[in-house]
């Protein structure tokens, strides 16, 4: 019997979830502040000059005048902007059943649902190594075992996938999903050939395991291509497909979508607690998508984003030390760089910010301690302008680090 | 060792509470469905007419213009929106620290988090029967046990209150909180007298439970006076209070806010996987709120309501038979109906429907079968002469079904 004059505490009222996530690392924590003088190239926002300010107005003055009650009140999904995500992946060569669709508050609502239909505490989820750290916490949250998959030029290294698959048969354990970023992957900005991809379903299919395939740069590819969703490949029925508004709209409107297998849907339309985006936002996204204005506005800065790629792959020629390695992306907000051995990014950031300019270590992207000789940088944020005197001081700041090493 | 040539389904790879929320209760969907012709008095929608499509078409336009990259780009929570929470609390006497407030999609994000941080399987919640149905799939979604209080005409029983909690406590189980609307309540539209709010918050100290205060009608009274906040009450530490900006400006822009203990606010911020809601939406609140317009606006809707449920009183006193009783409600959107022995809800509906009126069964409030004579009507989203047609109707569908019986 609990004593009615007991000394209660909150703490002995949470579940105990609560307290494992109170251990998950705070890396970002540790790492120095960017001030006003800081040319930020951390962070993969989007560039504020491309979004489409005009248009949002004109949307919500349209929007509010000729649908108010679906747009302001209780109302369910749009199916406006259900059947605009068809006709996108359609495009695409997916077979859409518009049931399996989900409308959600960012990727990051999926990747905070996903683990909470799908893992009892311990079971195993595989990550690239770097890959998005957003993910993982998502993912340790409801109590997963976090296995590394490395990525190099190609992307994830799918023999290494396939040895970790058959390790973990051989111990009796099943890996849950695979989470990968196969096209303009953040950070490294690298895009898996169209092989690997059919390899890495085949290997889904073999040991049950499904694939979550984050498709946040899809339609992020400087020469305007797409490359072959795994939706539609052989195996296609172990992918769960993710896609966002937040590149090709504005982040700040926080939408996005999720296609795949029905058994996986129904569970994630059950615990979306919150019915997804509201009324009001994905209305107004259908609204301004419509009539092919959406193609457009992506060709626009596709073009866009390919022109400050090059203007940071020139500046990197320029003003990096020849043993500084960087990726070549073909697509997304990225470049990846891998730095010489006696140029820890750690310490390198340090040298960095008083210089007046910032990146993103390595170290972010691993679940495992990896990446200490790694950064990221964005080139989607800044001018062009910024880009240049950014990566002008991170090369003068790589010199001076040596010099002082 | 897993065979890697076993057939695989994807149903081995889902949580236990996947299967576990199966189950869940679809009363909602056993209803009869709604045509054209209703006239739904079933739902508590905002009313249309009230919603500021001038101002909000205004307010896009500014804050695009103003603050482009803010409010469309990734950015942490809006600081003027925490602000305007922090004020509008404590004007109704709370002593706010701010780090204490989370901004929410909507109430049902809350009613969706809590439980995750809170529940191990099998835990025990308290709940008012009726109350917001909603509120009971979230918490059984997380393996909760759920207890039912009743709920009179002076909101939930408080003695019946202290005896499941002594009952509980002889049995070894620590109920981890308690749900209730304390003021304007959904479904009945009763209101907890200040010395039961004060017997509430006592037995929570007692026995250690957490008090969750659904306060989503606590700006919504018709003489404009508001009820005492759990949070101003001695035992406030043991509340978590929840708003929303639904009632008081449109449910599609879908957003609310918590305030509570900080070990559970902490805990909430971490679970909340999208961060809350996002830059445009949040930006977009606070800018219409701005320079006492929310205060003005909800003057105006309180006059509304309280003239719109003034004409469902007088319809009712003239259209109902004398021994359909019904709750005199001081605020809120819904008046409720307890129905004679000959006039359950279930068969009352059937005919109500086909006399082109529609009301919600009061079963679809109880997690335990209760209900069955009980009905909600909502006076919020109808006409003033919708709601005197429905009433009118519903009133000939009574005195049809008794005929018929």
């Given at each position: 019997m609990i004593s009615a004059n007991a000394s209660h505490s909150l703490d002995t009222l949470l579940a105990r979830r609560a307290f494992e996530f109170d251990h998950a690392n705070p890396i970002?924590?540790?790492?120095?502040?960017?001030?006003?003088?800081?040319?930020?190239?951390?962070?993969?926002?989007?560039?504020?000059?491309?979004?489409?300010?005009?248009?949002?107005?004109?949307?919500?003055?349209?929007?509010?005048?000729?649908?108010?009650?679906?747009?302001?009140?209780?109302a369910p999904v749009d199916r406006e902007l259900t059947e605009l995500v068809a006709r996108r992946l359609q495009k695409r060569g997916v077979?859409?059943?518009?049931?399996?669709?989900?409308?959600?508050?960012?990727?990051?609502?999926?990747?905070?649902l996903l683990p909470?239909?799908?893992?009892?505490?311990?079971?195993?989820?595989?990550?690239?190594?770097?890959?998005?750290?957003?993910?993982?916490?998502?993912?340790?949250?409801?109590?997963?075992?976090?296995?590394t998959i490395p990525v190099g030029d190609h992307g994830m290294d799918i023999d290494a996938l396939a040895d970790t698959l058959q390790?973990?048969?051989?111990?009796?354990?099943?890996?849950?999903f695979i989470y990968t970023i196969p096209t303009h992957h953040n950070p490294t900005g690298t895009m898996m050939p169209l092989a690997n991809r059919k390899r890495l379903l085949s290997l889904a299919a073999t040991y049950g395991v499904l694939v979550l395939e984050d498709d946040a740069y899809g339609d992020l590819d400087f020469r305007g291509e797409m490359a072959a969703s795994l939706l539609t490949l052989p195996g296609s029925e172990w992918v769960l497909h993710i896609g966002t508004f937040s590149k090709i709209l504005a982040p700040g409107v926080r939408m996005a979508w999720a296609y795949g297998p029905t058994p996986v849907m129904q569970r994630l339309r059950k615990f979306q607690s919150d019915q997804g985006a509201g009324p009001f936002i994905t209305r107004l996204v259908s609204y301004i998508a419509k009539d092919g204005w959406l193609e457009q506005h992506i060709n626009v800065l596709n073009s866009a984003y390919a022109y400050k790629y090059a203007t940071m792959r020139d500046a990197m020629a320029q003003h990096f030390p020849q043993d500084?390695?960087?990726?070549?992306?073909?697509?997304?907000?990225?470049?990846?760089?891998?730095?010489?051995?006696d140029m820890p990014a750690r310490?390198?950031?340090?040298?960095?910010?008083?210089?007046?300019?910032?990146?993103?270590?390595?170290?972010?992207?691993?679940?495992?301690?990896?990446?200490?000789?790694?950064?990221?940088?964005?080139?989607?944020?800044?001018?062009e302008a910024h880009i240049v005197e950014g990566i002008t001081r991170l090369g003068e700041a790589m010199r001076v680090h040596r010099a002082q090493g």
């Open positions: 970002l924590a540790d790492l120095p502040k960017e001030t006003s003088e800081t040319i930020s190239l951390a962070y993969g926002d989007a560039d504020p000059r491309l979004f489409p300010i005009k248009e949002l107005i004109s949307s919500v003055d349209g929007l509010l005048s000729e649908k108010r009650d679906a747009v302001l009140n209780y077979v859409v059943d518009e049931q399996n669709i989900l409308i959600t508050y960012g990727s990051s609502q999926i990747l905070g909470q239909i799908m893992l009892n505490q311990g079971d195993v989820v595989i990550v690239e190594g770097p890959t998005f750290l957003g993910a993982i916490e998502y993912f340790v949250t409801q109590g997963a075992t976090i296995e390790r973990l048969a051989a111990h009796g354990k099943q890996a849950k500084v390695r960087v990726s070549t992306p073909s697509g997304g907000f990225f470049v990846y760089g891998y730095l010489p051995l310490a390198l950031i340090d040298v960095a910010i008083a210089h007046g300019v910032s990146f993103l270590p390595g170290t972010v992207g691993y679940a495992n301690g990896g990446g200490t000789h790694e950064m990221r940088l964005a080139f989607s944020f800044q001018s």
